[in-house]
């Protein structure tokens, strides 16, 4: 049963309202962070039910069962409970004819006022838009990404459920700060693309241009910290305990952290062709582009020949249909054969 489920509060409320207090007017130190994490996943759903919508966006990445029908409910149920107590006030003043009036134009009010601005992209559409600090984000199919209520004034948070590549207006003073499922990545003005489908099992993100730092949200003692330059990829393994270091690469076991050979900021590679809608296939598995098939093309790969999910892919296509597509797999790899059948590709 997810921990907003249950009926009985096992967090510490005083210790949680003081970090979330610090978290909401300053940047917390790793052990507060870590502290602060805990007491969220130890949360109920009444607990929730108790903050305000910024005390909500403060915290929505560190809970295990958030999600956005979750957070739109809280997020209503916030504010709903903001104007019933100002009505309640005004009763003291207004007649019951008044009060009734108040009401509707409250309701009318809430249902048409934005708390935050949300952008999503469905199978095969990629958009690009400018936000209100300038910061420019590029979107890939089947993303959702979740603007705070206040973004520019007082704070430059997003949360990201997909892939984004994100070119960030410069601002020292008021960081951007990109969470995941996984991570937190911040940074004052740089370009990086993030990879962070809740669904799949890893996620990655690249700067392609400037510093950027990233925090895995995992439960360990001490959450490492990590600062990525241009060239290094950061692989987050969800599903992966952490473990002791590998030879030749930096990991914690759920993170890997890979130096990328030195490319131009304008060069089309694996990691960021789909930003110049470009499909590009590393020598990756075909259960693997199986999955970036369903977001360039909104189909949805089904193999019938158990043994060909393993086999590797490389190649580099743009705007190629996809019957195109599945006819130059056919030629190059041994037994693919397939069927479209409307949304679906069987692999025989």
């Known amino acids: 049963m997810p921990l907003y489920l ?49 005390q909500l966006m ?9 999600s956005p029908e979750k957070e739109a409910q809280l997020q209503s149920e916030a504010k709903l409970r903001t104007r019933i107590s100002r009505l309640r006030l005004a009763t003291r ?3 019951v004819a008044a009060v009734a009036g108040a009401v509707t134009f409250g309701w009318w009010w809430f249902n048409n006022k934005k708390i935050e601005e949300v952008y ?21 199919a089947n993303s959702t990404l979740v603007l ?3 973004f520019d004034k007082k704070n430059r948070s997003v949360v990201l ?30 370009v990086f693309n993030v990879k962070a489908y ?23 003692k001490a959450t490492p910290v990590y600062t990525l330059e241009p060239q290094q990829k950061l692989v987050m393994h969800k599903n992966v305990a952490p473990q002791t270091a590998e030879a ?41 582009a199986g999955t970036l098939l369903r977001n360039w093309y909104g189909v949805d790969v089904v193999f019938e020949n158990q043994q060909l999910p393993e086999a590797l892919l490389s190649g580099h296509y743009r705007q190629l249909p996809l019957a195109a597509l599945l006819h130059v797999w056919h030629e190059a790899v041994p037994d693919f054969h397939y069927k479209i059948e409307g949304k679906k590709v069987i692999v025989r």
């Open 198 to 220: 809740k669904q799949e099992a890893d996620e990655a993100v690249l700067p392609v241009k400037g510093k950027i730092t990233v925090m895995p949200i995992i439960q360990v």
């Open 93 to 95: 003043w207004l007649g």
């Open 58 to 66: 403060a915290i929505r990445h560190l809970h295990p069962s958030w």
């Open 161 to 190: 459920d997909g892939e984004g590549y994100f070119e960030v207006a410069p601002d020292s003073e008021l960081p951007f700060i990109v969470r995941t499922t996984g991570m937190e990545i911040t940074d004052a003005g740089a």
């Open 120 to 140: 999503k992209t469905g199978a095969g559409v990629r958009k690009e838009m400018v936000l209100p600090d300038g910061s420019k984000v590029k979107l890939n």
């Open 6 to 54: 249950k009926n009985l509060s096992a967090m510490n409320k005083p210790l949680f309202y003081e970090l979330l207090a610090k978290c909401m007017t300053r940047p917390l130190s790793v052990e507060e962070s870590i502290a602060l994490r805990e007491q969220v996943q130890l949360a109920n759903y009444r607990d929730l039910q108790e903050l305000d919508a910024d």
């Open 248 to 288: 030749g690469r930096l990991t914690s076991g759920i993170v890997s952290i890979d130096t990328l050979r030195p490319f131009a900021a304008n060069e089309t590679i694996y990691e960021t062709a789909w930003v110049k809608d470009e499909l590009v296939f590393n020598n990756i598995s075909l259960q693997e």
């Open 148 to 150: 705070a209520a206040g």
